[in-house]
Every structure is written in C-alpha cells, then in structure tokens.
C-alpha cells in the first residue's frame, strides 16, 4: 500500500490537495470519486506518450512486462477502475519506466496545476467576501488571452 499512498489526496501538495477537494465539492461527490472521474479522464485522453506505447507495441515483444505492479490492483479496485482504462494508464507508467502510481501522482499534479477557468471561478467563490464573477471571469480570460 505504500506505492498507494501517494494517490491520497492528503499526500499530495496543499493546493493540489484543494484544488481535487473544491472540485469533488463542486460535483457533489466524494475526493475519491473526483480521482476516479480524473484519472477515467486521463485514460480517455491522447497523451503524448502514447506514441511511445504504440511504438514499443509494435517493435518490443516483451512490452509491457508480463505481471504489472501489485498497485495496479489496488488502483483497480479502489477507484473502480475498467479494464480498458487501467490497461491504458499502466501502458504509459510502463513506457515512462515508473511505477503506476508515480505516474498516475505526476498526471493528478499536473491536472491540479493547470486549472481551468470554472476551477478558478470555485476557488473565488469560496473567499470570505463577495466577489463579482463576472468581472473575475473576464479577467481571466483576459490573462489567458481566450
């Protein structure tokens, strides 16, 4: 369960461990099923890696290694994860030569560190004093150049 432990939320940094909290708050769900929604988003999504893996499948026999990492089964049950999406999710940690939940704590951060406008919206609307979102709102997109 060590390799686990990195995918809980309380492990990860203080604003990425906010970030996944106001979201879950947002969807009215729990941190847990946040994490899965992320990560099923994650596997659902070209990643730039998985050129390598298509690489490596087509010209490496041996890839991946047969038996995946015991986390890959704790992953598979704790966040419900399908078949086809873990399969997907440890094709890439294998190909970045990491283990899954390394791999899958990189991804999470990264989500974590490039929040979308709606992300920032939540996060002004829980200040402690009234905010007008909409003038939030243009001023994001103004700083985004959208």
């Known amino acids: 369960m060590v ?3 990195l995918l809980d939320v309380d492990s990860f940094p203080p604003s990425a461990a906010a970030f996944f909290r106001r979201r879950a708050r947002a969807a009215g769900v729990s941190v847990t099923e946040q994490l899965r929604r992320e990560l099923l988003g994650a596997a659902s999504r070209r990643a730039p890696i998985d ?3 298509e690489f490596l499948l087509a010209h490496r026999p041996a890839f991946p290694d ?5 986390d890959a089964t704790v992953l ?3 966040y419900r994860l399908p078949t086809e999406a873990l399969t997907r999710l440890y094709l890439r940690a294998t190909a970045a030569a990491q283990p899954i939940t390394a791999y899958l704590r990189h991804e ?4 974590a560190r490039t929040p979308t406008v709606e992300d ?3 996060e002004f609307q829980e200040l402690p004093i009234p905010v007008d979102l ?8 103004y700083a985004r150049a959208i």
């Open 66 to 70: 047969p038996e995946p990492d015991s």
């Open 108 to 111: 999470l951060l990264t989500v």
């Open 51 to 53: 050129s390598v893996v």
């Open 120 to 122: 920032l919206l939540l």
């Open 134 to 141: 909409a003038e939030v709102r243009a001023a994001i997109h």
């Open 76 to 78: 598979a049950r704790v």
């Open 3 to 5: 390799g686990m432990a």
